[in-house]
């Protein structure tokens, strides 16, 4: 097959040509490709000391009260004083490895669980869609909260919580499009000449029905993020100290109103990790909803 | 419509036997010993803690467990929260107004300016206008609300200094604890105007306006999103074309026809707002120290009070089913397509 004719790749082209319009989604790819940089290369924007977890961050004593920006530390130091550049560099970092982490191995169970209910209906699909509805009966936040409870804060907590709440709606994606593909004319002619089971999905119907699984999950990093940030100023994340940008946050809360005649004394401590954790999560929103006008037959312009 | 009301009633039965089997098997996790705490009702019960264990039968198999649990759950017996020194379902109870008075400020606001953005997104598709809503809606959707808090904070409590956090200024508060102030539902505001007490109104609104400006920054873009594309559905379909073909307003074929068809959609999203507005409370009371439900949820959370939590978990998940069922209910009202389909 020649690679221009697959609909494929010209729906890819569809998309892109889209997205070349839209100025709002190439701010977003631009804002995502900044922190993947950052992410990238963290040990050489923040080079950690050698021997030592590079996710701590170094301190440079014990005082309480946060100190401003300085040569030493760019974006001034926290209470406890944890370096807070050191922190938003590497938090980067640990935010990806939580949201692409919570993602893959949701969207595997997800593809998985809703690809053995789709292509073979009746019991397992019933089972599955009761189980994804009790999940779905739960504000996420909060089932994910009750379980890092029970599970122990931690964020190894966290990514198995976020697991647990996230791979039913991969399920039911891959679930729907299963259902879909394998009523076309192909499967059943796959089927006819004898081809096992295996290769009918692996080769026929996957193919067909991955591509939106591939497309949300990858957009649901900033949500995940949020989540998982939210939860860590819980104070049910990372241990203190370590580069995480819900916990930078949580560690300015004592700073919020200044001092007496200086009410925004300490606005570095809560605005800068604050603002890394926005521009990240709106970077990935901002392709999402480019992604889902593009996406969107009932507002589809060809 | 009967018909459809049983169904769906009896469709709510198995999701809340799930949700309630999900719990469980979370205090499953926990050995026995942590797990009489689900069962004690006051602390001095802890001394004969084997007694609680044989009791309950925390050594028995899981359904066995389970029905024991269920029973207890039933007669309202959640447990004890340590953190709270109260019984849980005690303290709900007692943190429920705050969160009650947040979102009967927040929920309306949320709906009223989703729906006026979305629709005048809608209308002015591709204009100025139009972007400038829908980049205010991402901005919105992506702050992270416990940010949003400290910054709001920031700004209006430490730098202009109003706006206070908590729920109540020191003298209100004494005021309420006094004789002279008759609580009536727990939610100050109302409270306040029962007992024509404009100070204490103003004043406990004062303290609403920075936790629901919070919540509804982050909420209006689901209502906003829902809003704007079926709104935009709707003006393509023929009906519209048809109504402006025989000549009527612009304006009129919009306001009459179009948001008419396209408030439907809102309304089967406004379960998914409930769960947003769940969620959000949980954070936002706690950065703004406002005691509801939520407050004490993420306070128990952090103190490892696993009953309560577990408590929490259930009487949202509770809250979530019986919302959806509302709105089910409601679109079937509205649209006879689902209640006969």
Redo the contacts between chains.
């Keep these: 097959m020649k690679l221009e004719e697959s609909p494929r790749i010209r729906e890819l082209k569809f998309i892109l040509a889209r997205m070349r319009e839209s100025p709002?989604s190439i701010l977003g790819i631009a804002i995502i490709l900044v922190f993947t940089f950052i992410a990238l290369l963290a040990p050489i924007l923040a080079p950690p000391t050698p021997g030592r977890d590079p996710y701590i961050i170094p301190r440079s004593g014990y005082f309480p009260e946060p100190q401003p920006p300085s040569p030493e530390h760019p974006f001034g130091t926290t209470e406890g004083q944890y370096d807070i550049y050191y922190g938003v560099i590497w938090g980067t970092r640990s935010a990806y490895r939580i949201g692409v982490l919570v993602v893959t191995v949701s969207a595997i169970i997800g593809i998985v669980v809703g690809g053995l209910a789709g292509y073979y209906k009746g019991v397992v699909d019933e089972v599955l869609m009761?189980?994804t509805?009790?999940?779905f009966?739960?504000?996420?936040?909060?089932?994910a909260?009750?379980?890092?409870?029970?599970?122990g804060?931690g964020l190894d907590s966290i990514t198995l919580a976020l697991v647990l709440v996230g791979w039913p709606t991969y399920a039911r994606l891959i679930r729907g499009e299963f259902l879909r593909v394998t009523s076309e004319d192909f499967v059943e002619a796959a089927k006819a000449i004898g081809c096992s089971d295996l290769r009918i999905i692996v080769r026929h119907v996957l193919p067909n029905s991955i591509f939106p699984l591939l497309i949300a999950a990858s957009l649901d990093i900033?949500a995940i993020v949020?989540i998982a940030?939210?939860l860590s100023?819980?104070?049910?994340g990372a241990p203190e100290g370590y580069a995480d940008w819900?916990q930078l946050?949580a560690l300015?809360?004592n700073w919020?109103?200044?001092r007496p005649g200086d009410?925004?004394a300490y606005?570095y401590v809560?605005?800068i990790p604050?603002l890394f954790?926005?521009l990240f999560?709106?970077g990935w929103?901002?392709l999402g909803?480019a992604f889902r006008d593009i996406l969107?037959p009932?507002?589809r312009r060809r | 419509m009967r018909a459809y009301l049983i169904r769906r009633l009896l469709l709510v039965i198995p999701t809340i036997i799930g949700v309630t089997l999900l719990i469980f098997g979370v205090t499953q996790l926990f050995d026995p010993y942590e797990r009489a705490s689900l069962y004690i009702r006051d602390p001095r019960q802890a001394a004969d803690i084997n007694e609680i264990i044989r009791k309950y039968g925390l050594d028995q198999p899981f359904y066995i467990q389970y029905f024991n649990w269920m029973s207890q759950v039933l007669r309202g017996n959640l447990g004890w929260s340590h953190s709270m020194h109260m019984p849980v379902l005690e303290a709900l109870v007692t943190h429920l107004p705050a969160t009650a008075e947040l979102a009967l400020y927040s929920a309306p606001l949320i709906i009223i300016l989703g729906i006026f953005l979305g629709k005048l997104s809608a209308v002015n598709k591709d204009k100025p206008i139009d972007h400038a809503t829908r980049v205010m809606a991402i901005i919105g959707w992506s702050l992270p609300s416990f940010w949003l808090g400290i910054v709001l904070l920031a700004v209006f409590y430490g730098g202009l200094g109003i706006f206070p956090p908590g729920r109540l200024s020191p003298w209100a508060e004494a005021m309420i604890a006094s004789g002279e102030f008759k609580v009536y539902t727990g939610l100050y505001t109302i409270d306040a105007i029962l007992n024509l007490n404009p100070a204490v109104f103003l004043d406990a609104l004062m303290h609403l306006v920075l936790p629901v400006t919070t919540i509804v920054t982050i909420n209006v873009a689901l209502i906003m999103r829902i809003m704007r594309s079926s709104m935009l559905e709707q003006l393509g379909k023929t009906y519209i074309i048809a109504a402006r073909a025989r000549g009527l307003a612009s304006k009129q074929v919009i306001d009459k026809h179009a948001t008419k068809n396209a408030l439907i959609s809102v309304i089967t999203i406004s379960g998914i707002l409930t769960a947003g507005l769940l969620s959000g409370m949980v954070i936002t009371e706690t950065v703004f120290e406002f005691k509801g439900v939520g407050y004490f949820a993420a306070n128990a959370a952090t103190q490892l009070d696993i009953p309560a939590v577990l408590g929490f978990a259930l009487f949202a998940g509770l809250v979530f089913v019986i919302a959806n069922l509302i709105v089910d209910i409601l679109y079937a009202y509205i649209d006879p397509r689902i209640r006969l389909g």
Excluded: E, K
Aim: hydrophobic share 65%.
């Design positions: 709002l009761r189980v509805d009790v999940i009966a739960f504000p996420g936040l909060i089932l909260m009750a379980l890092v409870v029970a599970f804060p900033g949020l940030a939210a100023f819980l104070g049910l819900g946050i300015s809360r919020i109103t200044g009410p925004f606005w809560y605005t604050g954790l926005f999560v709106m929103n901002l909803d969107d009932m507002i």
